[in-house]
T-cell receptor
Framework: GNSVTQMEGPVTLSEEAFLTINCTYT??????LFWYVQYPGEGLQLLLK?????DKGSNKGFEATYRKETTSFHLEKGSVQVSDSAVYFC????????????FGQGTRLTINP | GAVVSQHPSWVICKSGTSVKIECRSLDFQATTMFWYRQFPKQSLMLMATSNEGSKATYEQGVEKDKFLINHASLTLSTLTVTSAHPEDSSFYICSARDGGGHEKLFFGSGTQLSVL
């Protein structure tokens, strides 16, 4: 079945550091890929998405590129801020069958000033 | 933007009691709501999909008699964990799909359930 594996956290960085959170997936066909972010006390929010191979999703300085050859969708940001502290979830949605969202386990990110 | 309100944010209960978790869409009509569960260091797992006015569709391995889902209106879905046991302790999250042509998904902030 479809599955998503994320880099295990927690991840702690200093402000202005470079961020990478790894995400790899297993799926039949060509799913859509997503990154969701959950800030403290809030619900998950869609951060960015990509719907086909080589697409790059970007938002708020974050980027992720849909890599079909490595079945990956790593999240990156060049210079993190304290306000980026949150839990990040990688997810996929297959375009076949039930089209349900399948999530990774989430990665808690803490940015220190 | 659209908001989904989930209550309570955390609850502690005794083994054998039932707990109800509410999920409300505050500014849109949610024809479909989803319930997820997350155990520590594991993925968010879909438990069931509920459509307003009809019975919920449960994922394989989820006991429908234990996790009662009611989606009586376009803005409210409830999950009741019946006769809770310590192994039901988990983080539960709801999400709601905006049926107003946007087809976007909005999430509640989650409920941490601890069963003693």
């Amino acid at each position: 079945g479809n599955s998503v594996t994320q880099m295990e956290g927690p991840v702690t960085l200093s402000e202005e550091a470079f961020l990478t959170i790894n995400c790899t997936y297993t799926a039949t066909g060509y799913p859509s890929l997503f990154w969701y972010v959950q800030y403290p006390g809030e619900g998950l929010q869609l951060l960015l998405k990509a719907t086909k191979a080589d697409d790059k999703g970007s938002n708020k300085g974050f980027e992720a590129t849909y890599r079909k050859e490595t079945t990956s969708f790593h999240l990156e940001k060049g210079s993190v801020q304290v306000s980026d502290s949150a839990v990040y979830f990688c997810a996929l949605k297959s375009l076949q069958g039930a089209q349900k969202l399948v999530f990774g386990q989430g990665t808690r990110l803490t940015i220190n000033p | 933007g659209a908001v989904v309100s989930q209550h309570p944010s955390w609850v502690i209960c005794k083994s054998g009691t039932s707990v109800k978790i509410e999920c409300r869409s505050l500014d849109f009509q949610a024809t479909t709501m989803f319930w997820y569960r997350q155990f520590p260091k594991q993925s968010l797992m879909l438990m069931a999909t509920s459509n307003e006015g009809s019975k919920a569709t449960y994922e394989q391995g989820v006991e429908k008699d234990k996790f009662l889902i009611n989606h009586a209106s376009l803005t409210l879905s409830t999950l009741t964990v019946t006769s809770a046991h310590p192994e039901d302790s988990s983080f539960y999250i709801c999400s709601a799909r905006d049926g107003g042509g946007h087809e976007k998904l909005f999430f509640g902030s989650g409920t941490q359930l601890s069963v003693l």
